[in-house]
């Protein structure tokens, strides 16, 4: 990737509920008893409706339905937005239309719907091919349900990606280098691999304080990191963001947006969004509830909890924050662009020259970037640069 990468506009949609919470995750995902589609669907539109009012002139490239867990929408939902959003925007020829599935065998069957409605892309939650491991994970699919669905995803569309999730308790490098090969063998264009974050409030959090998680500890973790980077890198898979791999060319585009820091909308109960209104960059955040989100939105016509501008110092922390995730890193004519000042203007001299004299951040003339090293700790190295 070269030049001056358009960040994009994309839509993000989520969608909350899920059969059952896994015991890592901390998105906004809910268990419900039914789920009123009619209802659900209108207040959907209705957001779509406020925000398009209010980022006129924009041209559309890509919608990403997240959650939560999308394939259990109905079809006609996806749909439904899509058309919402093609008569509410213009949008790109090559538009991007990405669904996240869970790969189970009641959700395949609803590929072909999806693929009708206009969703091009699946992102499936597959996490591990290992049995034992999904059920340590708390998932509901065994290993080959899940390649069964990923078989169905891969007639039904063009672009098919899927998660998996490592640094699981008692993993070996030697087991972790198998999977991974295994993984790169199904020829998809993409592949997430997340290292296993214990987040505060959820199952795995309590084990932990318990002592009865038992990790891999920071060596090994390096360990299997670089693992991932050699293997998916000789398998044509390169990482392009920390934790996506992608042949080149087929990036995520929505997620490009973020990470580059372009606008996006956010709909549905605790999506962010961040809009150029008028000039200025706005974060929008609705409420998380699922139900006093729908409840908001039927009274006043969207969710949104928060629509506040976002400082420039903020604007500054926000860009690097997401854009030194990428191999790529911050193009420093996008930082101009997006900030009205350089470089050396916008960073403490000092911080940035001792990262760099680590051999953890380069900057040339085109753009500032994390080395192989500064990946590997990029919290530690953004700490150090915006702290
Ligand atoms: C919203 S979920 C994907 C869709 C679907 N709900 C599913 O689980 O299959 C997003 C992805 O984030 C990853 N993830 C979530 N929580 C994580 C955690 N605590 N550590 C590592 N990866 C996590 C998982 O790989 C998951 O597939
Ligand atoms: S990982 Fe996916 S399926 Fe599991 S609770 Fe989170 S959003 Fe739902």
Not at 3 to 29: A, M, Q, T
Request: hydrophobic letters at 40%; glycine letters at 10%.
């Amino acid at each position: 990737m070269t030049g001056l990468p358009d960040p994009g506009f994309g839509i993000y949609v989520h969608w909350p509920f899920c059969l059952s919470k896994c015991p890592y995750c901390d998105f906004n995902s809910h268990v419900r008893e039914g789920v009123d589609h009619a209802r659900w669907r209108a207040a959907l539109l209705a957001e779509i409706d406020h925000y398009a009012a209010r980022t006129p002139a924009r041209t559309v490239t890509s919608i990403f339905f997240g959650g939560g867990t999308p394939s259990l929408m109905e079809p006609a939902t996806a749909a439904a937005a899509i058309e919402r959003v093609a008569q509410r925007w213009s949008v790109a020829p090559d538009l991007e239309i990405t669904l996240e599935a869970n790969p189970s065998s009641v959700e395949s069957a609803r590929f072909a719907a999806l693929a009708a409605a206009g969703v091009n892309r699946v992102s499936l939650g597959v996490q591990a091919l290992d049995d034992r491991a999904l059920a340590f994970l708390g998932r509901r699919h065994d290993s080959a349900e899940a390649l069964a669905a990923l078989a169905v995803a891969q007639r039904h569309f063009a672009r098919v990606s899927f998660d998996l999730i490592y640094v699981r308790p008692g993993q070996s490098v030697a087991d972790w280098r198998a999977e991974l090969e295994r993984a790169a063998g199904f020829g998809t264009e993409h592949l997430s691999v997340y290292q296993l974050t214990i987040e505060p409030g959820t199952r795995f959090a309590t084990l932990a304080e318990r002592g009865e998680l038992d990790l891999p500890d920071e060596e090994a973790q390096a360990e299997l990191y670089e693992a991932t980077q050699e293997i998916l890198g000789a398998t044509g898979l390169p990482a392009y963001e920390i934790s996506n791999h992608a042949r080149p060319g087929a990036e995520c585009r929505h997620n490009l947006t973020y990470w580059r820091y372009g606008d996006y909308v956010g709909v549905g109960p605790g999506a962010h969004g961040r809009l150029t209104v008028e000039g200025a960059k706005v974060a929008t955040r609705a409420h998380r509830a699922p139900e006093i989100w729908l409840g908001r939105v039927e009274a006043q016509g969207h969710g949104a909890h928060e629509d506040v501008p976002v400082a420039p110092g903020e604007r500054r922390d926000e860009m690097l924050l997401m854009g030194l995730r990428l191999a790529d890193g911050v193009p420093l004519s996008r930082f101009r662009a997006e900030l009205g000042g350089d470089v050396a203007d916008l960073i403490e001299p000092g911080k940035l020259d001792r990262l760099v004299r680590g051999g953890f951040l380069s900057v040339d003339d085109q753009s500032l970037r994390a080395t192989a090293a500064g990946l590997q700790r990029l919290n530690a190295v953004l700490a150090g640069l915006l702290g």
